[in-house]
């Protein structure tokens, strides 16, 4: 998304794009992508290493006119003081888009002819019985019982508002689209493993085998399909 960013201001004259992360490996891959995409063109790329759960953020932050926070803040501890500190950021007259929630992406056939039909959709409850069980371990957790767009409102945003995109890359699928579907499988199976069936985990494993007749990735029926949602609010000018 930042590449996207950089690209955009370079059609508009130019800008800034400032990258922050709380790992350092990714934060300088990610800089030096977005910094080939700038290059030649009049956007300035810096970064700046910060944990997003800070109450600090916005003292090591520069004030912005878009933060863009995707599938981070429902990773933190404490979501609504993560989203007053990320309010914080903005400059006035900013906005603060959080991209959370949307629709499950499905990737597989409903029957792939091995293991039981319906093997997506319990890879999906499973992800989400191991996302509450991650939620609860974490120290100081706290609740929020509310939705995206009320805690954009608590954190004194206002003109609130959100809407959906489309991700849709139907079958036959390119090569890129069907190592996508591999690393969801695996992904989703990894993280819920606990809470799979032997018999699911033993299909698992040979959809990620490439020498099993039954590779996922050999595939020419999987396919792509999903809904994002971006929540926005702005900070009074």
Not at 32 to 61: F, I, K, N, Q, Y
Not at 64 to 78: E, I, Q
Not at 152 to 159: F, M, S, V
Not at 196 to 210: E, F, H, I, N
């Amino acid at each position: 998304m930042s590449a996207a960013f950089a690209r955009a201001l370079a059609a508009r004259g130019g800008g800034r794009v400032v990258l922050s992360d709380a790992v350092a490996e990714l934060l300088d891959a990610a800089t030096a992508h977005v910094r080939d995409v700038a290059v030649g063109t009049p956007v300035v790329v810096d970064s700046v290493r910060a944990d997003a759960s800070s109450d600090r953020l916005a003292d090591l932050l520069p004030a912005a006119d878009l933060v863009w926070a995707s599938r981070v803040v429902h990773h933190l501890p404490d979501q609504q003081r993560a989203i007053d500190e990320l309010a914080r950021v903005l400059a006035p007259g900013g906005w603060l888009a959080l991209r959370e929630g949307g629709l499950a992406t499905r990737c597989l056939p409903w029957d792939l002819g091995i293991g039981e039909p319906g093997l997506g959709d319990r890879l999906t409850a499973a992800r989400d019985r191991w996302f509450v069980g991650m939620r609860a371990g974490m120290p100081g957790v706290k609740s929020l019982p509310v939705g995206w767009n009320k805690a954009l409102e608590a954190a004194g945003l206002t003109d609130v508002f959100s809407f959906s995109y489309v991700i849709d890359h139907p079958a036959p699928a390119s090569e890129e689209v069907r190592q996508s579907v591999v690393d969801w499988v695996a992904w989703l199976a990894k993280a819920g493993e606990d809470q799979l069936s032997d018999s699911d985990r033993k299909t698992v494993a040979r959809l990620l085998d490439p020498a099993d007749e039954a590779y996922v990735g050999a595939r020419d029926d999987v396919f792509v399909l999903g809904a994002s949602t971006v929540h926005l609010g702005q900070r009074p000018a």
